[in-house]
């Protein structure tokens, strides 16, 4: 099927540009529930919900939030946004309110939706936050209800800014990853070209649209591909994912490794539903490689590993059904180039020698807002510094090593220990407090909090205080599960904290 041309740089017309021209209106662009919107009848919601925006006062270049479950109405507003060459910007639906009162301030946002059920946190966020929004939309259909559904795509330069994408910053705020409408061009290749996506197939993400990975590969290149994508608006957890699969039987599955270890434990994996299912990719946390061959033989299929980030939103390492290997991130993608480097800056060319892995590609973020140094810490001549460590063998598969800082993946998403280290001394009674991330049986990292209590205090008394207070003020995913208390922490001779000695600590616990 050849692609209509494109009649500007804008977005929205590249990922929906060209499908009701090639004859596509009447097919599925998304499924939830009980409902299907066509390609048709997405693009008229898009021209509604944009024609909305506008008459409610945004204008190019502004912010509109969304702090949405995944719906309809939410990629339609998405999208909407980009049509009008405002910069669309999806949040975590799990945020705390102090996370979102950043979000606001940050943002300076013009508009923000929101589902009626988060009124509460928007409400105390508004009170915390330095700016407030003009136009509140808690009803995106009545909202958009009345309004024209024809509209032209605002002309934009490539270079223009498209969405944000927040991830966590190493003072502990999050900073939001700058992407322009440039990126949209290599959405749909890694989708194309090695998985083979083509009109009518069905993709599906147990991670939620707000996240990169999901964004990426669904939102974006998933509905550029002609695709139709599976919206569950819960929380994913292993039965309701299970019950989605299911009953839409996706054709693709984009999912991260704790929750295929929670599938293939309660017996899913092994389904007709399961093992109908043409690819499995995952992404978002290292995928180890027991579980994958595990689910391999559970299901009859791999999962197709592969690396991205906020910054780059696509996957730039890959596994593919031609090409895999348990245990490794993959190999580049012909549409990026990347490098290794050490620590000094040098590169490194040499198999097995680990290094920082940087990217090139067109979808490397612009920067990062309001974040001058740490723009030009990450960012150089077109390249983005992951951060994370890597090395390659002598047949080109990719592995990753760790991180090069302290910052930890947890399901997912970026958790930087200062900064509930920092909230856990808050508490009276709390000495000191240090975070590390160990592995649990599956082989996937979790937070473990250690403790130094003062003086006569009640140590279990002490550990549920912090767990509370922690709740009460970082979302759910920064939140240690396990807490354990020792006498002094171990420290180097010049002071430096052993966290190595901790992971030992609450690995033997």
Known sequence: MNEIPLPTNNACEQILGWQLGAGLADSPAILAGDRVLTFGQLCSLVNRIGNALRAGGVNQGQRVMLLTKDSPEMVAAYLAALKIGAVAVAVNTRASAEDLAHFLTDTACKAFIYDPEFAGIYSTAANLAAHRPTLLIDDVSAFAAGQDDRLEAVPVHPADQAFWIYTSGTTGKSKAAIHCHRMVGIAHLHLRENLGVKPGDKLFSSSKLFFAFALGHCLIGGLKCGATIILHDEWPDG?????????????????????????????????????????????????????????????????????????????????????????????????????????????????????????????????YWNQPEKTAAAFVDGWYCTGDLFSFDGEGWWYHQGRA?????????????????????????????????IANADGLVRLGLVLVAQGGANEKLLGAAVQEHLTKHLSIYKCPRRIAFVDEMPRTATGKLQRFRLRQLLAEE
């Open 239 to 367: 039965p309701g994912v299970a019950a989605v699969v299911d009953r839409h039987r996706p054709d693709l599955m984009f999912c991260v490794p704790t929750l295929y270890r929670n599938l293939l434990r309660d017996g899913y994996a092994a389904t007709p539903s399961f093992t109908s299912i043409r690819h499995y990719v995952s992404a978002g946390e290292k995928l180890p490689e027991g579980l994958s061959r595990q689910w391999q033989a559970a299901s009859g299929s791999p999962i197709l590993e592969g690396i991205g980030t906020s910054e780059t939103v696509f996957l730039m390492l890959v596994n593919t059904p031609s090409a895999h290997r348990p245990g490794s991130s993959g190999r580049p993608v012909p549409w990026a180039e990347v490098q290794l480097r050490s620590q000094d800056g040098g590169d490194v060319t040499t198999p097995d020698e680990p290094g920082v892995l940087w990217v090139r590609a067109a979808s490397v973020a612009a920067g």
């Open 405 to 437: 800082d302290d910052m930890l993946k947890i399901s997912g998403q970026w958790v930087n220990p200062t900064e509930i280290e920092e909230r856990a001394i808050e508490v009276p009674g709390v000495a000191e407090a240090a975070v590390v991330g």
